[in-house]
């Protein structure tokens, strides 16, 4: 059965830019989580979802945003981009909020000039 | 202070031997979920264990184990019969149920695994 799929791969923006990833959990997960990687933070989350509705907020300011589709598919979105936000985004989905069998994606690699 | 602590950023084991990778934590809360992700250069976490703050049994999964001393708050991975592939980059993560509520994963800084031919 298919992994999480994150679109898109790679990316390249400029400050002041805004960007939508995308990520689509595995067929029948209904739960959907955020994080992002950076070589000097770590992992850090950003927000989970589960039935199109917010569940948990990290600590990110209100630039970073997200919403789940009721396919389950979710999207987040970062506006006025800096260059801090250069990043690997990582999408993971399990059935639910709390579920051991938590999958990730391979990421899309933001970078922000 | 730290929820998940990794103190070695690096390790090296030699092809077939066994290695352990440490992780501690932090929780007051007695209902916590404990996990280890591999990440190889490619970027995807790759989930490898997981082992529930009530489960009486250390966690098994293949050449993976997980060594749970909840005393002393720490979940070490440890890999037997290391392959030229378990190089990469391991995280340890913790994910509390505050009040019956799963909270968000805290993941550690992470060890990178070096396996030597």
């Known amino acids: 059965k298919a992994g999480v799929t994150q679109t898109p791969r790679y990316l390249i923006k400029t400050r002041g830019q805004q960007v939508t990833l995308s990520c689509s959990p595995i067929?029948?997960?209904?739960?959907v989580s955020w994080y992002q990687q950076t070589p000097g933070q770590g992992l850090q989350f950003l927000f989970e979802?589960?039935?199109?509705?917010?569940?948990n907020k990290g600590n990110f300011p209100g630039r970073f945003s997200g919403r789940q589709f009721s396919n389950s598919r979710s999207e987040m979105n970062v506006s006025t981009l800096e260059l801090g936000d250069s990043a690997l985004y990582l999408c993971?989905?399990?059935?639910?909020?709390?579920?051991?069998?938590?999958?990730f994606g391979s990421g899309t690699q933001l970078s922000v000039l | 202070a730290q929820k998940i602590t990794q103190t070695q950023p690096g390790m090296f084991v030699q092809e077939k031997e066994a290695v352990t990778l440490d992780c501690t934590y932090d929780?007051?809360?007695?209902?916590?979920?404990l996990f280890w992700y591999k990440q190889p250069s490619s970027g995807e976490m790759i989930f490898l264990i997981y082992?529930?703050?009530?489960?009486?049994q250390n966690a098994t999964e293949g050449r993976y184990s997980l060594n749970f001393q909840k005393a002393r708050k720490s979940a070490n991975l440890v890999i037997s019969a290391s392959q030229l592939g378990d190089s990469a980059m391991y995280f340890c993560?913790?994910?509390?149920?505050?009040?019956?509520?799963?909270?968000?994963?805290?993941f550690g800084s992470g060890t990178q695994l070096t396996v030597l031919p």
């Open positions: 993971a989905s399990s059935f639910w909020v709390g579920d051991e069998k938590l999958f």
């Open positions: 067929s029948g997960h209904r739960s």
């Open positions: 979802y589960f039935s199109e509705t917010q569940r």
């Open positions: 929780t007051s809360d007695p209902s916590y979920g």
């Open positions: 082992q529930g703050s009530y489960d009486q």
């Open positions: 993560a913790m994910r509390e149920f505050l009040s019956g509520s799963a909270r968000q994963l805290t």
